[in-house]
């Protein structure tokens, strides 16, 4: 059996963690530490930055309420150094409620942030850092992309009201087409204006294919702005060699109030959920009180046990069971020279089993 010597050695979580943690060293980006628990008022603050709202807190010996850490981003921006670009990576554990489970868990995550000046270099440094990030975890995976300014500047065109462009925006993010004709219709949106919006909302193509698409629809100078950091950012990923199973998807959205330019989302096939998801998010630093820029993203690696669960469903590839007669050294030689072909082996007296292994391997008196 031909197999890695890393995938040997660890699980995956621990093997794509360090493979990830190579990489990102490479890049320069030093190691951040943060600690478990914060005080709750930063959480509490910007709900609408987290991916869950609920925070598990308890109250400090000192009478301070805090929080066990749902978001390391969050950390580091209260903590980053003002007048210099600081480019961190961090392997932590978050705690928040997702759908799939039963209250709190436990979620091992990595990612990158990159705080400071930000520009064009540093987001495609950062955009192309998160599809060899899924390259790493698997083969078989895609990274869309969205721009939250380009976005914007078009339903600023339309002349809604913000709390109008809000509610488009979120039907955007629901592909609901029938609605945003009609918030449209009724804020006296003009139809060439209106075709655009829904146009973008329906848009899903690789990266250059939907640069052309949506070029004839670039009105004014941010969407002008907008359009040309997309077409530099492609320029830069296409001579890095990160072109490939990249899509632009405009019905990707987020907080406005977070971000104001490059979104991403990264998946796998057989994960339904995104397993990486980052984007450029100034207006956290801004509503912080920080005057500089970031961008960086998270990769989940709670969802890779859903990536080996559907690999070949065995808990282990040989199950060696053995009777009374045989002698323990036997059974450690013939153990040994499974494992020294590659395999996982897990060795059990002669009883009923419920192990799902690939093969059984059974040690009796009349031999094996």
């Not at 979120?170 to 139809?191: D, H, M, P, T, Y």
Request: net charge negative; with cysteine; proline share 2%.
């Amino acid at each position: 059996m031909d197999m890695n010597f890393s995938d040997c050695v660890f699980k995956s979580e621990e093997r794509v963690t360090f493979a990830l943690r190579n990489l990102y060293e490479q890049y320069g980006y030093a190691r951040y530490k943060v600690s478990k628990f914060e005080e709750y008022d930063l959480y509490a603050n910007n709900k609408n930055f987290l991916i869950s709202e609920n925070i598990l807190s308890f109250t400090d010996t000192n009478g301070k309420l805090m929080a066990l850490k749902p978001d390391v981003t969050l950390s580091i921006v209260k903590n980053v150094r003002e007048g210099e670009t600081q480019k961190l990576y961090y392997n932590e554990t978050v705690y928040r409620t997702s759908a799939g489970y039963d209250g709190f868990h436990e979620i091992p995550q990595t990612g990158l942030e990159c705080v400071g000046e930000v520009d064009l270099f540093s987001m495609g440094e950062v955009l192309g850092l998160a599809k060899k990030s899924l390259e790493i975890i698997s083969d078989d995976h895609i990274l869309d992309v969205s721009h939250m300014g380009f976005l914007s500047a078009l339903l600023e065109e339309t002349g809604l009201t913000s709390a109008e462009r809000d509610t488009v925006i979120r039907e955007i993010g629901n592909k609901n087409l029938g609605s945003i004709k009609r918030i449209c219709e009724q804020g006296g949106v003009s139809e060439a204006l209106t075709r655009d919006v829904c146009a973008l909302t329906a848009l899903y193509e690789p990266f250059a294919e939907a640069l052309e698409t949506i070029q004839p629809m670039v009105r004014g100078e941010k969407m002008s702005a907008c359009y040309a950091e997309l077409c530099d950012l492609w320029e830069i990923l296409e001579a890095n060699g990160d072109f490939n199973r990249l899509y632009l998807d405009f019905s990707m959205v987020n907080d406005m109030n977070y971000y104001n330019g490059i979104i991403f989302r990264g998946y796998v096939n057989g994960i339904p959920d995104g397993i990486l998801s980052g984007g450029r998010y100034d207006s956290l630093l801004k509503k912080m009180g920080k005057r500089c820029g970031a961008i960086g993203f998270a990769v989940y690696l709670d969802q890779l046990d859903r990536i080996d669960s559907r690999k070949n469903g065995y808990d282990i590839d040989v199950l060696l069971c053995y009777d009374s007669s045989i002698s323990a050294l036997d059974v450690q030689k013939k153990a040994s020279e499974l494992r020294a072909l590659g395999n996982r082996v897990l060795v059990l007296p002669h009883t009923e089993q419920t192990i799902r292994a690939k093969e059984t391997v059974c040690m009796t008196k009349g031999g094996v």
